[in-house]
T-cell receptor, first 115, second 115 residues
Framework: IAGITQAPTSQILAAGRRMTLRCTQDMRHNAMYWYRQDLGLGLRLIHYSNTAGTTGKGEVPDGYSVSRANTDDFPLTLASAVPSQTSVYFCASSDRAGLFTGELFFGEGSRLTVL | AQSVTQPDIHITVSEGASLELRCNYS??????LFWYVQSPGQGLQLLLK??????LVQGIKGFEAEFKRSQSSFNLRKPSVHWSDAAEYFCAVGANTGTASKLTFGTGTRLQVTL
């Protein structure tokens, strides 16, 4: 089934550890995004990539980094995790038309707990 | 900058009753408006969208929404709610800048359906 695959589904992590959340899409979408979802705050954009080889900062980029080496993959790295990064992380993508319409396709999320 | 307000954090309706979820936005130009639904443990799925034209838009699962420029609102409605509609609903606004990185989500409304 075509779509977005995120891994891991859930992870408990000690503070200070490095963590990479993986995201792969098989829809050949140009744009990809990472959001975090927190209770009472909705979804906030962390980083985005409009096309392979380019990335940009969203609303809450501090403490996170991304790369876009190819069209399909968009990993999110926490270099040194802190408890405030406990959240549910969603990867999303949109096709070229979606860049101008905002229509996003979402993965099922990665629940991260930092202790 | 654009913003979205969903004033109702939690709503409970009986199965078969009508539903209206409120959404107010702030944006200086004509916005792109969206409603997404998130079932428990899942990613977000697009319900419907408004870009231009007819201000009453139809979406999937029997939902509709009406864009009212004078009220800066984009309320979601359904004439008869089903138990499977229990989920969290997010309103979102996209700026017409040619990039979906400007998509801003509201904080969500959790819908509970009683039998």
């Amino acid at each position: 089934i075509a779509g977005i695959t995120q891994a891991p589904t859930s992870q408990i992590l000690a503070a200070g550890r490095r963590m990479t959340l993986r995201c792969t899409q098989d829809m050949r979408h140009n744009a990809m995004y990472w959001y975090r979802q927190d209770l009472g705050l909705g979804l906030r954009l962390i980083h985005y990539s409009n096309t392979a080889g380019t990335t940009g900062k969203g609303e809450v980029p501090d403490g996170y980094s991304v790369s876009r080496a190819n069209t399909d993959d968009f990993p999110l790295t926490l270099a040194s995790a802190v408890p405030s990064q406990t959240s549910v992380y969603f990867c999303a993508s949109s096709d070229r038309a979606g860049l101008f319409t905002g229509e996003l396709f979402f993965g099922e999320g990665s629940r991260l707990t930092v202790l | 900058a654009q913003s979205v307000t969903q004033p109702d954090i939690h709503i409970t309706v009986s199965e078969g009753a009508s539903l209206e979820l409120r959404c107010n936005y702030s944006y200086g130009a004509t916005p792109y408006l969206f409603w997404y639904v998130q079932s428990p443990g899942q990613g977000l799925q697009l319900l419907l969208k408004y870009f231009s034209g007819d201000t009453l838009v139809q979406g999937i699962k029997g939902f509709e929404a009406e864009f009212k420029r004078s009220q800066s609102s984009f309320n979601l409605r359904k004439p008869s709610v089903h138990w499977s509609d229990a989920a969290e609903y997010f309103c979102a606004v996209g700026a017409n800048t040619g990039t979906a990185s400007k998509l801003t989500f509201g904080t969500g409304t959790r819908l509970q359906v009683t039998l």
